[in-house]
């Protein structure tokens, strides 16, 4: 082995080949789907029918009654229409429609669609008459001598409550004619954990049993499709002690999933930043199912049925069922998990392969955003403590590099006395190394070892909600989206914007010039090929990390910058050389002779 560029240059080109997919694949594709799915939605905006026929959505043990609705309304107009239950609290807005118990109009207080304060706030579900609906609802399937059962049309009664909020719960009653009454009680905590406890009291003179269902039924998946690296569709961990289940909407589109009956665990379907899920009750037996139904109305319906519980005549039974709709913020998310005992509930948060490196980054970042009150000066020290945490990895591989520049002349007098000598040349180097007491491939471990925590500090600024509008200082208001300035327009000072192939932020060009500063701590490469590899590869990733979010590209600008100063002093230590200054001058020098 000559050295360990050739180890530094695979590396290089396999981030590279992955930085080209995103850049010029996974880009053009998800704008193409973009546009599509936008085409699609519009259509079906203008075919949509006025009235969908009824319908029943089939399990494996019986019949939910169906979720269509027409869908050519608006969100005010199909809110006015029916009686509803005002919802107020810290963090949401909303009411409860009384005609199906529904949960159907949904909005986040603390989130704007925009970094303007004054842009409206997140909607997040939308009643089931608008070409956007979304909503939950929970439920029962009768038996032969039930009597009619509360299900999507039936109209509850208000017996206690006029406002929901985080103090004040409600609670509706509905009676059927074979002497069932249900009641109703709903409560909301000061996030986004809704408490549906119901009861099933018999007044009549035979015993009965009812099934409790719940979905969520969606009409029109995100606007904006979602990179590879993220999960948006339906998930749920079924049944306790079971792993995450993943299913996208292209995959729910072709075949429906359904689950093997399970008890314990919850369902729901997942957006980048916002989710609505259901909690079955833990102790009842339910089989579920991921699906989307074309009769009628097109929707995507995640939804469970229980196993159907008994009502002795004079009895009552009774059941909760928790319905999250809100944002996946991380320390609300790990407490509902802790509190209510919801197996694998974090995994909302879509952490990814590296779980175990990502969400503990997170972890760290958070830490410091408590204590700095900024996120991008806690992606700042995030990295230099990760620095640390891989100070002795990097010491042996810049000790390494340093080692085989100290040998570099031994190695060329080799070449020159063994020439076409491969197999000479070879054994002669391993001597070298050998009694040089040096490891050629010691160099490169370190660095493979920190791809993983780069991608995981990727997740967490793509995925997590709390980077979402997280401000920097300057131009940097949202950290989870690329630097705004750019270079083209010269940077806000022409009034036009710049193509988005071409979008090149400050950022991006700092990040640039550090990697150039840190290339240039080396030799230039002999061979004609890496040395073009190694003279362009910064300007390739400057224009790659264009389109990044900004926390990262800030994060490797400052890593680059501590990678400078470690390498300098670990050079300095060792007795080599620092090439920085010498290779900045020579490559001034070309190119003011070219010139």
Known sequence: MENNR?????????????LGWQFFYMNPRIEAQRQAEQLRQEELARQQPKDAGAGAAATATGTLPSAQSAAGESREDAIAKSARIEIDTEALSGSINLAGGRLDDLRLKGYHETVDRTSPIITLLNPADTKDGYFTETGFVGSANSGSVPGPSTVWTVKEGQKLTETSPVTLTFTNEAGLTFTRKISVDNHYMFTIEDTVANAGTAETSVAPYGRITRYNKPTTPSAYVLHEGFL?????????????????????ASM?????????????????????????????????????????????????????????????????????????????????????????????????????MFKLMDFFFRHVGNFGVAILLTTVVVKLLFFPLANKQYASMANMKRIQPKLEELKAKFGEDRMAMQ????????????????????????????????????????????????????????????????????????????????????????????????????????????????????????????GLVIYWAWN???????????????GVKIELFDNLKRTFRRKSSKA
């Open 6 to 18: 050739n180890y530094f240059i695979a590396i290089a080109l396999s981030v590279l080949v992955v």
């Open 236 to 256: 749920g961990v079924i049944g306790a002690g079971t792993s995450l289940t993943e299913s996208k909407y292209a995959a729910i589109e072709k075949e429906n």
């Open 260 to 360: 093997p009956k399970a008890t314990g665990g919850w369902l729901g379907i997942t957006d980048k930043y916002w989710a609505a899920a259901l909690v079955p009750p833990q102790a009842v037996a339910y089989e579920s199912r991921f699906s989307h139904f074309t009769d009628g109305q097109p929707r995507f319906q995640a939804d469970y049925k229980n196993d159907a519980v008994s009502v002795a005549p004079g009895q009552s039974v009774s059941l909760k069922t928790l319905v999250f709709a809100g944002a996946k913020e991380v320390p609300v998310i790990d407490a509902y998990e802790t509190s209510y005992s919801i197996p694998g509930f974090d995994r909302m948060i879509d952490w990814g392969w590296f779980y175990f490196i990502t969400k503990p």
């Open 427 to 550: 054994q002669a180097m391993m001597e070298l190394y050998k009694t040089e007491k040096i490891n050629p491939v010691a160099g490169c471990w370190p660095l493979v070892l920190q791809i993983p925590v780069f991608f995981a500090l990727y997740k967490v600024i793509y995925i997590t909600i709390e980077m979402r509008h997280a401000p920097f200082f300057g131009w940097i208001h949202d950290l989870s989206a690329p630097d705004p300035t750019s270079i083209v327009n010269l940077f806000g000072l022409l009034p036009f914007a710049a193509p988005s192939f071409l979008h090149l932020g400050v950022w991006p060009i700092i990040m640039g010039i550090t990697m150039f500063f840190q290339m240039r701590m080396n030799p230039t490469p002999p061979d004609p090929t890496q040395a073009m590899l190694f003279n362009w590869m910064p300007l390739v990733f400057t224009f790659m990390l264009g389109s990044f979010p900004s």
């Open 560 to 574: 680059n910058t501590l990678s400078v100063l470690q390498q300098s002093v670990i050079m300095k230590r060792h």
